[in-house]
């Protein structure tokens, strides 16, 4: 695999790229759906179930929730990364293969040591704000809001940085390139920049997101399918941001290293037909 540290200054933007994120969905969106849909009917199932039976109240804000969709968005994270990378690729066996191959065991490990990284800063948050905020003449839901995203922000900024470091390890494992903590964090380092921004961005905006459908429970009757409604728009929420974040990442990746599809010219794929000539007369 090539590897070329440097990006040209006719690179396309961030801006740029995240647009032809949001195309390539609108292109795969049978795909995405196929996803998306289960992760947000997991997330909004099980809102459903806690907030019908009382007796489960205590397991609301268990850990062991945030562990799980944490490792479900690590393998939707994964596939969509290869489905990104694998667009323009010809059928062979290598392709199919890497296309059918499921998440390696280092993602997962990745993603459960930046939520344990996440829950330990989690603490970090800074309490009163919303009143604070209130107290400037700021309308409620606005002050709830912009409450709960700023008590989130030191957290936020702390395990982005170190995301956005070794950010590119997570598409050399999809496109099976297993890469070193040392080598992804030199590969990265033309497009940090680009990178904070990107991870930082669309990790504020699930907050806001979170903030506002938490908020809209206070307005929605009490009733358990108000919380499974608010979840599963939150979670399909997330599912488009990393959909938007694994493309970038994936073409960010590609580009700095020249990865291509695997190619089929020695290995045609076992789906292909040939068409027998046969003589004539």
Known sequence: MANHLTLDQDEPSLLFKTVDAIAFLFRNRAGFWLGALPLAGLGAAVAFLLERHQQFADLRNHWGWDLLFALIYAMFLDRWMKIALLEDAIACDEVDNLRRSIIA????VFAACFLVLA???????????????IGWHLP????????????????????????????LMLPALSAAEPTSVAHA????????????RL????????????AATSFSLELLPRKPWAAAAMAGAWRL????????????????????????PP???????????????????
């Open 140 to 167: 409620i839901a606005a002050a709830a809001i912009l409450g709960t995203i700023l008590s989130w922000l030191p957290h936020l900024f702390f395990w982005t940085t170190l995301v956005a470091l070794l950010a």
């Open 237 to 260: 929420f997330d599912c488009v941001m990393l959909a938007v974040v694994g493309y970038v990442l994936a073409m960010i990746w590609r580009d700095l290293t020249g990865w291509r």
């Open 263 to 281: 190619d089929p010219a020695e290995h045609p794929s076992r789906n292909m037909k040939f068409q027998v000539r046969r003589p004539a007369g």
């Open 105 to 108: 065991v280092r993602f997962l």
């Open 185 to 196: 964090w030199a590969l990265a380092r033309p497009v940090r920049a680009q990178l904070f």
């Open 199 to 210: 991870i930082f961005g669309a990790a504020l905006l699930s907050f806001a997101v979170f």
């Open 119 to 133: 829950m330990l800063m989690s603490a970090l948050r800074l309490e009163g704000i919303t009143e604070t905020l």
